[in-house]
């Protein structure tokens, strides 16, 4: 992935070659996914003429929105930059270009000072950024509203990872495992008396519903074990949450997902149990050794005693 300043640099390096046309079939991988890409954008972008231009007199579409090359088969000015047939801030083309396109060219604006490239989104009211041309980039792909559960400010990578797989369903349990043919005992390592799922573990489970609550009791007074999808929207819903609270709350839940899914491996495959309160005790101080440099650690504090003390 680019970002735009490193997009437009790129524009500006490139003489006998134009990311606008298509790649040959001999390109890197790299210069492939360069053309794609300023393609893609090309709709949103409008490049403007200063009398030192160096765009590609042929190929970047800065005539109109398009380019010489739709206008002419003829390459024999491929090598050339726009600046070059500007002298004293007016056009200066030279007779083998044919008259229809001395015409066209003849009624462009020759810009003193302003940016080369200017973006054309009815969304964007300020100079764009990286976010704006990520955003555009990754327009066709589905919008996935819970990514603020796991990519929030202040996340753990090797927690969120966890996170987000169980929210995707891809760890694996023993309803996975013994559908794709994998044999596995399927009982709950837990309470023993259930099959393990995803929405068992999280948090239908009589152990792992004990710690949630050891950790954020409000939660108890819910008539139904929620999910770890409702519980992270429940957090979210909260109006007297800042957005630090929320963070806060769903980086806890992001360490709870990996201890008790360490747990539960550590029972099936080394014999070894841990109680809900010595597992407390272990996820807490994984929250405090992160927390404890944050910013807002100490309003933390006084809103999660049960958790901060």
Request: proline share 5%.
């Amino acid at each position: 992935m680019y970002n735009l300043g490193s997009l437009i640099g790129l524009w500006y390096r490139v003489k006998y070659d134009s990311p606008w046309k298509h790649s040959p079939i001999t390109a890197s991988k790299f210069w492939k996914l360069f053309c794609k890409t300023a393609v893609a954008i090309k709709p949103v972008v409008s490049l403007s003429v200063h009398h030192n231009s160096n765009l590609s007199f042929l190929w970047d579409p800065w005539c109109n929105n398009g380019s010489v090359a739709e206008l002419t088969d003829s390459i024999r000015i491929s090598h050339l930059w726009v600046g070059d047939f500007i002298s004293s801030n007016g056009w200066n083309l030279p007779d083998y270009i044919p008259a229809s396109i001395k015409s066209i060219i003849s009624n462009l604006l020759i810009v003193r000072e302003g940016p080369v490239l200017t973006w054309n989104s009815r969304t964007v009211t300020s100079c764009p950024n990286n976010r704006t041309f990520s955003e555009l980039f990754h327009s066709n792909l589905e919008d996935v509203p819970w990514f603020k559960f796991i990519w929030h400010k202040g996340y753990a990578l090797w927690y969120a990872s966890y996170s987000w797989m169980a929210i995707q369903r891809k760890l694996k349990m023993a309803d996975i495992l013994n559908l794709r043919g994998i044999p596995l005992n399927p009982n709950c390592s837990f309470c023993l008396g259930n099959l393990e799922s995803h929405s068992h573990v999280y948090f239908e489970c009589d152990y792992s519903f004990l710690l949630l609550t050891a950790l954020f009791p409000d939660l108890v007074k819910f008539y139904l074990r929620p999910n770890l999808m409702q519980v992270f929207d429940i957090f979210g819903s909260y109006r007297n949450f800042t957005k630090v609270d929320r963070n806060f709350c769903y980086f806890v839940m992001a360490i709870l997902v990996y201890h008790l899914w360490r747990e539960r491996n550590n029972r099936r495959f080394s014999s070894v149990w841990r109680s809900p309160s010595e597992l407390k005790n272990v996820i807490i101080h994984a929250i405090e050794a992160k927390a404890s440099n944050w910013r807002h650690y100490d309003s933390l504090k006084n809103h999660f005693k049960e958790i901060l003390g």
